[in-house]
């Protein structure tokens, strides 16, 4: 059974950090290409970060610079440290694994940066 567990989210003031986890399980965790999406409300889920097959990371434009995308291969776990976080960075993260025709979805964890 595949499982992906999101884990740090909660509320930031404007220009706060946090560091979202994502514990991966019943996957071949090297094989798939990992990412982290976000999706506001009334917005369509976006990519933030995701892994290219060349081992760099590719990053939408809004967070370049302020997020950074890691990997922990023996644990099976990918991170996105998010640093000066904005009120538009509000909204559910999830964590997703693809590999050709297969794609996994975590159940999200809330992010809300507020002052």
């Known amino acids: 059974q595949v499982q992906l567990v999101e884990s740090g989210g909660g509320l930031v003031q404007p220009g706060g950090s946090l560091r979202l986890s994502c514990a991966a399980s019943g996957i071949s965790f090297t094989i798939y290409t990992m990412g982290w999406y976000r999706q506001a409300p009334e917005k369509q889920r976006e990519l933030v970060a995701r892994?290219?097959?060349?081992?760099?990371?590719h990053y939408a434009d809004s967070v370049e610079g302020r997020f950074t995308m890691s990997k922990d291969n023996a644990k099976k776990t990918v991170y996105l440290q998010m640093n000066s976080l904005k009120p538009e960075d509000t909204a559910v993260y999830y964590c997703?694994?693809?590999?050709?025709?297969?794609?996994?979805w975590g159940q999200g964890t809330q992010v809300t940066v507020s002052s």
């Open positions: 997703n694994a693809n590999y050709v025709a297969y794609n996994y």
């Open positions: 892994f290219r097959s060349d081992g760099s990371t």
